[in-house]
């Protein structure tokens, strides 16, 4: 299966609270799990990526945290502002065919 | 150092008419690849290309159809509109030589078919 399923849809949490988007695969051909942010109005920006032979990655306040074994991966935003605002998608790259499989996204909102 | 720059940013047009958007890379990446987002299928795979060769396609219609020049600037096209055509074009251009790595995304086309 070349599918990426992300949850939750949507999200709201409070200034400095942790939000944890989560997403699980199938397929083990997939070789590399970036995660972008969407603002309104703009195209999505590479936020922070892992390989399936590490298990947690930081950069800043944004950690990924991968579980090869159950296949799913998650992102948590440290210290979480309302610039943080934003649609998060996560995605993963198929090996097999080289294509960028995404999430359907989850929307994420920081109450001030 | 200037973004990847999509051209129109927004485009109304009729169903039956075709279209041609535009996308202007980061200087120096030779990966453009293009995506469709909509509410409903979220970001879907177009099609790729690399130094003006297509090297790899999603599974859209013959109906879309793409370009690249040899100063890695690219075109898509999309012939004989339909109102499920209506979404966001968004080209991403890398300076990788592998596919799916590094990408960097336009603001996007809005284009709706009345």
């Known amino acids: 299966q070349q599918q990426v399923k992300q949850s939750p849809q949507s999200l709201i949490v409070q200034k400095g609270g942790i939000p944890i988007i989560n997403c699980a695969y199938e397929n083990t051909a997939f070789d590399y799990f970036p995660w972008y942010q969407q603002f309104p109005g703009k195209g999505p920006a590479l936020l922070i990526a892992?390989?399936?032979?590490?298990s947690e990655k930081k950069e800043g306040r944004f950690t990924i945290s991968f579980n090869k074994s159950a296949k799913q991966f998650s992102l948590h935003i440290m210290d979480s502002q309302p610039g943080d605002s934003a649609t998060y998608f996560c995605a993963a790259r198929y090996s097999r065919d080289d294509k960028i499989i995404f999430g359907k996204g989850t929307r994420l909102h920081i109450l001030p | 150092k200037a973004g990847v720059t999509q051209t129109p940013r927004y485009l109304i047009k009729t169903r039956g008419q075709q279209v041609t958007l535009s996308c202007s890379p980061i200087?120096?990446?030779?990966?453009v690849s293009w995506y469709q987002q909509t509410p409903g299928q979220g970001l879907q795979f177009l099609f790729e290309?690399?130094?003006?060769?297509?090297?790899n396609k999603g599974n859209f219609p013959g109906r879309f159809s793409g370009r690249q020049f040899s100063n890695s600037r690219s075109e898509m096209n999309v012939s004989t509109l339909e109102l499920g055509d209506s979404a966001l074009y968004l080209c991403?251009?890398?300076?990788?030589?592998?596919?799916?790595?590094?990408?960097?995304f336009g603001s996007g086309t809005r284009l709706t078919v009345v």
């Open positions: 290309y690399f130094s003006e060769t297509q090297r």
């Open positions: 991403a251009s890398s300076l990788s030589d592998t596919p799916g790595y590094g990408y960097t």
């Open positions: 200087s120096g990446h030779r990966s």
């Open positions: 892992i390989r399936p032979d590490v």
